[in-house]
């Protein structure tokens, strides 16, 4: 059941939208021969074509739809983490399993998706002097 909710949660990070900052290393710079080879080379022209090599970073890609599984499976996954979910034989099953779903039976993915946000909003939080609240994600507040 864990692999089953990390595959639903990694994936609601893109609800909304991700900056390019987060995954513009995969579109141009992945290996020393350049983009990551895992992304389907149409899909890395139109990503390349809204996240620039010398752009700021702050341009906003994606967004977390009926698309996202199909999207994994035609290797069109913008960020690395979400895209690794195909790879991996384990959380496979559950892009595999959700991708069917998504022809009529999208209410079965949602159920578990708001069951795997309370799961994780039960996981112990910190509250006063232990924990913080990030100004920026990526970042630990100065």
Do not use: W
Not at 27 to 47: A, H
Not at 98 to 109: H, W
Request: charged share 20%; proline share 1%; glycine share 10%.
């Amino acid at each position: 059941m864990l692999m089953r909710e990390l595959s639903i949660i990694t994936g609601a990070h893109t609800i909304g939208t991700a900056a390019c900052q987060f995954f513009r290393y995969r579109l141009y710079n992945f290996t020393s021969s350049g983009p990551d080879s895992t992304i389907d080379p149409n899909f890395l022209s139109q990503l390349q074509a809204l996240c620039h090599s010398n752009g700021d970073g702050t341009n906003d890609v994606g967004r977390f739809d009926l698309s996202f599984f199909n999207n994994l499976e035609n290797d069109k996954g913008v960020l690395e983490s979400d895209q690794k979910l195909t790879s991996d034989a384990s959380t496979k099953t559950y892009v595999d399993q959700y991708t069917g779903l998504i022809g009529g039976l999208l209410s079965a993915f949602r159920v578990e998706f708001a069951r795997s946000m309370v799961k994780m909003s039960n996981i112990g939080v910190l509250t006063g002097t232990q924990g913080e609240i990030r100004k920026v994600c990526s970042a630990f507040n100065s």
